[in-house]
């Protein structure tokens, strides 16, 4: 939720204190006119408002944990590589975790993020 006080007078202490004591967290100029966003959501009158911030779709959240999970990968890979000679069970793991990485990659560029599961 966006808090913010919309003013159309110029921006001084008053108009700040008065903003901060509604709760507001932006203050909004309209000495020159309301925006256009706002008009659009029906905000023309100054005072204190709330708007409803829209939700993040959920392919762009399982977009945004794919390539924080890939960042995360590149370490963990790197940190395999410099394995002299790696154990059976390290051999195992790391093949089960290219695969997810492998997965998630396909996912990402199949645009196909409508789970994250198997990345």
């Known amino acids: 939720m966006r808090r913010i006080w919309v003013t159309v007078t110029p ?10 004591a509604a709760g507001a967290t932006e203050i909004v100029n309209a000495t020159n006119g309301y925006p256009p966003a706002l008009l659009a959501i029906g905000i023309n009158t100054s005072g204190y408002h709330e708007i409803p911030v829209p939700a993040v779709p959920v392919s762009e959240t399982n977009r945004q944990t794919i390539e924080g999970r890939a960042i995360t990968a590149i370490t963990a890979n790197n940190t395999f590589l410099a394995i002299g000679t790696p154990s059976t069970a390290q051999n195992a ?3 089960k975790l290219l695969t997810r990485e492998c997965n998630g990659l396909i996912m990402l560029l199949l645009n196909r993020l409508d789970t994250t599961n198997g990345t």
């Open 93 to 95: 793991a790391q093949i």
């Open 11 to 20: 921006i001084d202490a008053t108009v700040r204190a008065a903003a901060s």
